[in-house]
């Protein structure tokens, strides 16, 4: 029976490889600009693995507000992987999160379906919010020489520093105005089409609040993950730019790019990425954005797809099949 189970695991990781392949949205020709930079790599991989690490160590906090079984990091870490594994191979955006939630209640069965939801939705909000956080504070810094390349990267920066002053003033509602929302969003709870969202969201502000003790780690930890994935994706990048690629301006830019991919257009950003960084990079004089995108998108996908390692190495109670996976869906 193990050896069964073992030959489905690897049937169904090569399967959804080979349809991620065959499918055209993974490109191996872009490889052979790649291995002409070996150390380039290296430090990407690296950036990569220690920016999951990062994730799962937030993640961890997170989760141990309510976990009454400690996992380890490294099995933490495993089931992060695999998530992000089957993110990038499976329709819908919050697939390879499911997967991970199936891990995770399988260690603690007290964890309830709705927390582990919020956990996913709580642990997004701080990796947004520190994303926005860090675009805006270096739109600050290099304002005025970024808004002498168009009108049209001005009105960019400009909204930079309106969701900036956003998430600032969200987060001193967490710890000086949290009835705030409920006040608000209590006259509309009379819509009909309403009734059944408000509470939801005013739930999930619950929760949020209820880690404001754990914000300042929570956000040191995600500004530290997403400054080195910018610095990952410049340093890989950087020699291949047409056009002047400076650091501090890549702090400025390629955050943008990464808030449109949170953006579940598509999986992993692939076909949207292209067309952003495109049109974001062309603003400061960058004529291939795209296929500096590319150059990420095959690292990054290159590293997810490593998750298939610990998933056909990791036992678990149940198989995870695409039908299971559908039905999850449809209940979210």
Same mark, same amino acid.
């Given at each position: 029976m193990n050896a069964l189970k073992t030959i489905f695991k690897f049937t169904f990781?090569?399967? &959804?490889?080979?349809? /991620?392949?065959? %499918?055209?949205k993974l490109d191996f020709n872009i490889f052979k600009e790649v291995l002409q930079h $070996?150390?380039?790599?290296?430090?990407?991989?690296?950036?990569?693995?220690?920016?999951?690490?990062?994730?799962?160590?937030?993640?961890?906090?997170?989760?141990?507000?309510?976990?009454?079984?400690?996992?380890?990091?490294?099995?933490?870490?495993?089931y992060n992987w695999i998530g992000v594994f089957f993110n990038s191979v499976l329709p819908g955006?919050?697939?390879?999160?499911?997967?991970?939630?199936f891990y995770i209640k399988n260690e603690d069965k007290t964890?309830?379906?709705?927390?582990?939801?919020?956990?996913?939705?709580i642990d997004r909000i701080f990796g947004l919010s520190a994303l926005i956080v860090l675009l805006g504070t270096f739109s600050i810094f290099n304002y005025t020489e970024l808004t002498s390349y168009s009108?049209?990267?001005?009105?960019?920066?400009? &909204?930079?520093?309106? /969701?900036?002053? %956003?998430?600032?003033?969200?987060?001193?509602?967490?710890?000086?105005?949290?009835?705030? $929302?409920?006040?608000?969003?209590?006259p509309l709870m009379k819509f009909s089409f309403l009734k059944k969202v408000l509470p939801k969201l005013l739930k999930l502000w619950d929760e949020l609040c209820s880690f404001k003790d754990k914000i300042f780690i929570l956000m040191s930890l995600s500004f530290f993950l997403q400054a080195l994935s910018v610095i990952t994706f410049w340093f890989l990048t950087e020699?291949?730019?047409?056009?002047?690629?400076?650091?501090?301006?890549?702090?400025?830019?390629?955050?943008?790019?990464?808030v449109a991919l949170a953006i579940p257009i598509a999986p992993s950003g692939l076909g949207v990425g292209h067309a952003v960084f495109h049109?974001?990079?062309?603003?400061?004089?960058?004529?291939?954005?795209?296929?500096?995108?590319?150059?990420?998108?095959?690292?990054?996908?290159s590293f997810n797809l490593l998750g298939a390692i610990p998933y056909l190495l990791t036992k678990s109670k149940k198989q995870i099949s695409f039908q299971n996976l559908d039905v999850r869906n449809e209940e979210i």
């Open positions: 990781a090569f399967a &959804l490889i080979y349809w /991620l392949v065959s %499918s055209g $070996p150390f380039k790599l290296a430090f990407a991989g690296v950036g990569l693995f220690l920016t999951l690490f990062v994730v799962n160590f937030r993640y961890s906090i997170i989760l141990a507000s309510r976990a009454q079984v400690k996992i380890p990091l490294l099995k933490l870490f495993r955006s919050v697939s390879g999160d499911l997967v991970k939630i964890l309830t379906t709705k927390f582990m939801l919020a956990s996913i939705f009108p049209d990267i001005k009105k960019l920066l400009d &909204l930079n520093l309106l /969701l900036f002053a %956003s998430v600032i003033f969200a987060f001193c509602g967490v710890y000086f105005f949290q009835s705030l $929302p409920h006040r608000i969003l209590q020699s291949f730019a047409v056009g002047e690629f400076p650091i501090t301006y890549a702090l400025s830019i390629i955050p943008i790019g990464f049109t974001l990079l062309g603003f400061i004089g960058i004529s291939n954005g795209a296929d500096l995108f590319n150059i990420y998108f095959f690292v990054m996908i």
